[in-house]
């Protein structure tokens, strides 16, 4: 039960990540840096979702 847990907040930290990587790419000016950290912080969530997600079948 526990494992289902951290797997739905992880699924939501990593949608909450892509929301604001869209936000920030509508920016006119928007910093590019940030994106790429935004997105290797969506990368490690979604490898540790699937890390999960095999343990778990």
Partial sequence: ??????????????????RTIEQELTHPASDDIRI????RQKLR????IEGLKARTH
């Fill in 45 to 48: 969530l979604k490898e540790e």
């Fill in 1 to 18: 039960m526990a494992l289902e847990a951290r797997l739905r907040e992880l699924d939501s930290r990593h949608r909450k990540l892509d």
């Fill in 36 to 39: 790429a950290e935004l997105k």
